[in-house]
Nanobody
Protein backbone atom coordinates (compact mmCIF):
# COMPACT_ATOMS: atom_id res chain seq x y z
CA UNK A 1 0.00 0.00 0.00
CA UNK A 2 2.71 2.44 1.05
CA UNK A 3 6.37 2.21 0.15
CA UNK A 4 9.37 4.17 1.36
CA UNK A 5 12.45 4.59 -0.79
CA UNK A 6 15.58 5.73 0.99
CA UNK A 7 18.67 7.03 -0.73
CA UNK A 8 21.88 8.93 -0.12
CA UNK A 9 23.82 6.77 2.30
CA UNK A 10 27.48 6.00 1.83
CA UNK A 11 31.00 6.40 3.11
CA UNK A 12 32.26 9.76 4.33
CA UNK A 13 35.25 10.95 6.32
CA UNK A 14 34.87 12.34 9.81
CA UNK A 15 33.96 15.99 9.66
CA UNK A 16 32.20 15.57 6.34
CA UNK A 17 28.58 15.92 5.33
CA UNK A 18 25.93 13.69 3.84
CA UNK A 19 22.24 14.06 3.02
CA UNK A 20 19.86 11.14 3.04
CA UNK A 21 16.34 11.15 1.63
CA UNK A 22 13.19 9.11 2.02
CA UNK A 23 10.31 9.31 -0.43
CA UNK A 24 6.89 7.85 0.35
CA UNK A 25 4.61 6.56 -2.38
CA UNK A 26 1.44 4.54 -2.76
CA UNK A 27 -2.05 4.92 -1.40
CA UNK A 28 -1.42 8.05 0.66
CA UNK A 29 -4.09 10.46 1.79
CA UNK A 30 -1.89 12.43 4.13
CA UNK A 31 1.34 12.15 6.12
CA UNK A 32 1.68 13.13 9.75
CA UNK A 33 5.05 12.81 11.48
CA UNK A 34 8.17 11.77 9.58
CA UNK A 35 11.42 10.75 11.17
CA UNK A 36 14.81 9.14 11.06
CA UNK A 37 16.14 6.43 13.34
CA UNK A 38 19.47 4.67 13.36
CA UNK A 39 20.84 1.36 14.49
CA UNK A 40 24.52 0.66 14.99
CA UNK A 41 25.82 -2.93 15.06
CA UNK A 42 24.88 -4.63 18.30
CA UNK A 43 22.79 -1.70 19.50
CA UNK A 44 19.11 -0.84 19.62
CA UNK A 45 17.38 1.38 17.11
CA UNK A 46 17.24 4.97 18.38
CA UNK A 47 15.44 8.08 17.26
CA UNK A 48 17.66 10.60 15.49
CA UNK A 49 15.18 13.29 14.43
CA UNK A 50 11.47 13.73 13.81
CA UNK A 51 9.37 16.41 12.12
CA UNK A 52 5.65 17.01 12.36
CA UNK A 53 3.37 17.94 9.49
CA UNK A 54 3.56 21.51 10.73
CA UNK A 55 7.35 21.55 10.70
CA UNK A 56 8.10 21.17 14.40
CA UNK A 57 11.33 19.25 14.86
CA UNK A 58 12.82 17.11 17.59
CA UNK A 59 16.40 15.84 17.76
CA UNK A 60 18.42 13.39 19.77
CA UNK A 61 20.90 15.21 21.98
CA UNK A 62 23.81 13.52 20.21
CA UNK A 63 22.98 15.16 16.86
CA UNK A 64 21.67 18.58 17.91
CA UNK A 65 23.46 21.34 16.07
CA UNK A 66 24.90 18.93 13.48
CA UNK A 67 21.88 17.30 11.82
CA UNK A 68 18.86 18.99 10.25
CA UNK A 69 15.63 17.25 9.35
CA UNK A 70 13.31 18.75 6.74
CA UNK A 71 10.41 17.67 4.58
CA UNK A 72 8.85 18.46 1.22
CA UNK A 73 5.16 17.79 1.58
CA UNK A 74 4.51 18.11 -2.15
CA UNK A 75 6.96 15.27 -2.76
CA UNK A 76 6.10 13.22 0.36
CA UNK A 77 9.80 13.27 1.12
CA UNK A 78 11.83 13.72 4.27
CA UNK A 79 15.50 14.63 4.34
CA UNK A 80 18.28 14.42 6.90
CA UNK A 81 21.23 16.74 6.38
CA UNK A 82 24.15 15.46 8.42
CA UNK A 83 27.12 17.76 9.01
CA UNK A 84 30.27 17.40 11.12
CA UNK A 85 29.89 13.65 10.99
CA UNK A 86 31.66 11.52 13.58
CA UNK A 87 32.64 7.84 13.50
CA UNK A 88 30.00 7.20 16.16
CA UNK A 89 27.34 8.30 13.66
CA UNK A 90 28.04 5.12 11.70
CA UNK A 91 24.81 3.12 11.52
CA UNK A 92 21.97 1.98 9.33
CA UNK A 93 19.54 4.88 9.10
CA UNK A 94 15.85 4.07 8.85
CA UNK A 95 13.07 6.34 7.73
CA UNK A 96 9.75 6.17 9.60
CA UNK A 97 6.56 7.79 8.33
CA UNK A 98 3.08 8.02 9.89
CA UNK A 99 0.64 7.74 7.01
CA UNK A 100 -3.11 8.01 6.59
CA UNK A 101 -4.03 5.90 3.57
CA UNK A 102 -6.80 6.58 1.08
CA UNK A 103 -8.79 3.87 2.84
CA UNK A 104 -8.38 5.85 6.08
CA UNK A 105 -5.98 3.44 7.71
CA UNK A 106 -3.29 4.79 10.00
CA UNK A 107 0.05 3.15 9.31
CA UNK A 108 3.52 3.51 10.70
CA UNK A 109 5.83 2.58 7.84
CA UNK A 110 9.54 1.83 7.96
CA UNK A 111 12.05 2.17 5.15
CA UNK A 112 14.54 -0.53 4.25
CA UNK A 113 17.46 1.37 5.76
CA UNK A 114 20.48 3.07 4.28
CA UNK A 115 24.01 2.56 5.58
CA UNK A 116 26.05 5.56 6.64
CA UNK A 117 29.70 4.87 7.40
CA UNK A 118 31.95 7.56 8.85
CA UNK A 119 35.66 6.84 8.73
CA UNK A 120 38.12 8.34 11.19
Amino acid sequence: QVQLLESGGGLVQAGGSLRISCAASGSILSINDMGWYRQAPGKQRDMVARITSGGTTNYADSVKGRFTISRDNAKNTVYLQMNSLKPEDTAVYYCNVDVVTRSFRYLGVWGQGTLVTVSS
